[in-house]
């Protein structure tokens, strides 16, 4: 492949990492020479035991956390040299959940979707209709009243991926997205990530449920120790201990 055709390729790609490394201040080596491409559209698995570096990788991708070498580009975004005034316009164009939700525990389903777009600026009638399409999606529509606490933790799931997708996002990231969920409702919203990537949004989903990522047979790529050691299409994964 020529170098211009390899250029061409991570201008189109979602997510690409050149040569990264990560070591954290008390001097760990979180990631080491980590090379990776994401293409638009891809549905990919993120896996590794505890401490593989799979939350560090995730944080590169919305600038949480700065390589120590290397190259990261998120749609478009040259994370690694963005200044800090830029970094809106990165977070506006990628959508994260986590293990724990994170939702603002006194503003309702539908103040916790809205608010993330109004935070950018948008104006009140986009806001609007985006989030009641965000809460169609997720089917919250008619829990849009309710508070956090009033809501089972799939549903507070649920509301965070509403959340991550109103400003319709170009790649959507979870990390352990199932990880306080028990298996049912696990697959309800493992469905729900599948349905958000097939309206066009690239989906990388960090997990330690083998039973998932064996069953849908998706891309995966492996981490252990700060290394990728494995990246293939249409995989399995068995945990290790
Ligand atoms: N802020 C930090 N300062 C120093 N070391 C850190 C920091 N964050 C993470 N680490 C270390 O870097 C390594 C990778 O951590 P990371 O959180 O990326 O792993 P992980 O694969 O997400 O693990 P888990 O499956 O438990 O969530 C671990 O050894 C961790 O202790
Ligand atoms: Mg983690």
Do not use: C
């Amino acid at each position: 492949m020529s170098s211009e055709a390899r250029l061409g390729e991570t201008e189109a790609a979602v997510v690409a990492l050149n040569g990264i490394s990560v070591t954290y201040p008390s001097g760990h080596i979180a990631l080491g020479d980590v090379n990776l491409t994401i293409q638009r559209g891809e549905f990919v698995f993120l896996v590794g035991p505890s401490g593989a570096g799979k939350s560090t990788l995730i944080g590169l991708l919305v600038r949480d956390v700065l390589p120590t070498a290397g190259e990261v580009h998120v749609a478009g975004f040259p994370v690694h040299r963005l200044s800090g005034g830029d970094v809106p316009k990165l977070r506006r164009r990628v959508g994260v959940i986590f293990q724990d939700f994170r939702l603002l525990p006194r503003r309702t389903v539908r103040e916790n979707v809205a608010f993330a777009l109004e935070v950018t600026g948008a104006a009140p009638e986009l806001v609007a209709t985006a989030t009641e399409r965000a809460l169609r999606i997720v089917g919250l529509a008619r829990l849009a009243e309710r508070y956090p606490s009033e809501l089972s933790g799939g549903e507070q799931q649920r509301t965070a991926i509403a959340r991550a997708i109103v400003g319709e996002p170009e790649l959507l990231i979870a990390d352990e997205p199932t990880g306080n969920l028990d298996p049912l409702i696990s697959w309800e919203i493992m469905e729900l990530l599948m349905d958000i990537n097939r309206l066009g949004v690239t989906v990388l989903v960090a997990t330690h449920d083998s039973d998932i990522v064996t069953t849908l047979r998706r891309r995966v790529i492996g981490l252990e120790g700060g290394r990728l050691i494995r990246d293939e299409a249409n995989a399995t994964y068995h945990r290790v201990g």
